[in-house]
């Protein structure tokens, strides 16, 4: 008897062992994935990079030195309600002479809902043309609007 009250007690540790061990190699990847790679600040989707870094973080001074004139000149307050994106990703990018355009899907999260919180999806695209040699964005999607004297804190 002693013999079968062994057996299901060895089968259970070694579960508990198993999933002990996929709980450390899950909790080891989401820790060690680490932050995306930086890209060329030289490159139009390394403009919207750190652009977008700038927004997300409520630095508009860092955000609007990505900016042409003519893009601070028309920035009408969209940043003044609703929450800013939770991430921003690159889909793709298409670069001529003087003109870029960088699609991106934009992530907002907003807490609350009777499920938790929701999580929206948007593409949208970023126009950049080259100044002086240096991109700089001249049209920004209205959810990463920068602009200057506003708070981008909803």
Do not use: H
């Not at 899950?26 to 030289?42: I, M, N, Q, W, Y």
């Not at 889909?91 to 809902?113: N, Y």
């Amino acid at each position: 008897m002693n013999a079968k009250a062994g057996k299901p007690d060895r089968i259970l540790i070694a579960i508990i062992a198993a999933i002990a061990v996929l709980v450390v190699i899950a909790l080891s990847v989401v820790f060690t994935r680490g932050e995306p790679p930086v890209l060329d600040e030289s490159t139009p989707p390394g403009v919207v990079q750190r652009y977008s870094t700038a927004v997300i973080g409520s630095d508009t001074a860092g955000a609007n030195s990505y900016l042409t004139e003519a893009a601070r000149a028309s920035c009408s307050g969209y940043r003044e309600s609703g929450p800013l994106p939770a991430r921003v990703v690159l889909i793709s990018s298409t670069e001529r002479d003087s003109t870029a355009l960088v699609k991106v899907s934009i992530i907002t999260s907003s807490p609350g809902g009777p499920f938790g919180p929701s999580e929206y999806e948007a593409e949208d695209r970023f126009s950049l043309v080259k100044v002086d040699g240096k991109w700089l964005i001249d049209q920004a999607p209205y959810q990463l609007m920068s602009c200057s004297g506003t708070s981008l804190k909803p």
